[in-house]
């Protein structure tokens, strides 16, 4: 199956991606098959809304964003399944970050996963899950090089079976 996930940009954003065809090593999806039962896999959420815990991590570089718009924050955040929105802060400059703020379910379903926990429906959630700040521009070897790795790395540690990405 494969997903157009550019069909449903605002029409704004169509001409920064129409054309240009796939990342170069990236013609094919890039994604794996899930092969466990889910209901045995313990599950990792990771948001692009750009969340931080407010009294423990530095904040998404939203300066340098600004002065180059095409340039994004390639770093992560760690954010305990525990954390509860008066615990996290909002650094995204393409997102309402109230919204966000007054609902964090809404970028990182962490009670809904513990629900489907809870119901059996999978194994368990990770102790800390993973935020990033979404709309990077097409130049993401940061991302290949260090992001990803890093971020892989630490969802094996938890024993990560299965990630969700929620996107902002």
């Known amino acids: ?28 999806p890039v994604w794996a098959p899930f092969e466990n039962r889910l ?25 340098r964003e600004q002065a180059n718009p095409e340039w ?8 305990p399944a525990t954390a509860g929105s008066d615990d996290i802060a909002v650094a995204h400059l393409h997102i309402n970050d109230e919204d966000v703020l ?17 119901q059996g429906i999978v194994g368990g959630a990770v102790a800390n899950h993973v935020a990033v700040m979404g709309y990077q521009d097409r130049g993401l070897e940061e991302w290949r090089r260090k992001t ?9 540690e938890q ?5 969700i990405l929620a996107p902002a």
């Open 148 to 156: 990803a790795p890093e971020i892989v790395e630490h969802l094996r």
């Open 102 to 118: 007054a609902d964090p379910e809404i970028a990182l379903p962490m009670r809904g996963l513990a629900e489907l926990a809870e």
């Open 72 to 79: 994004g924050d390639s770093t992560w955040r760690s954010i």
């Open 159 to 163: 024993g990560a079976g299965g990630l």
């Open 1 to 28: 199956m494969l997903v157009d996930s550019y069909r449903f940009l605002p029409r704004s954003f169509r001409p920064l991606y129409e054309g240009r065809g796939a990342f170069p090593g990236e013609e094919s």
């Open 39 to 63: 209901a045995d896999s313990r599950i990792a959420l990771l948001t692009s809304a750009g969340i931080y815990m407010k009294a423990s991590q530095s904040t998404f570089d939203l300066d």
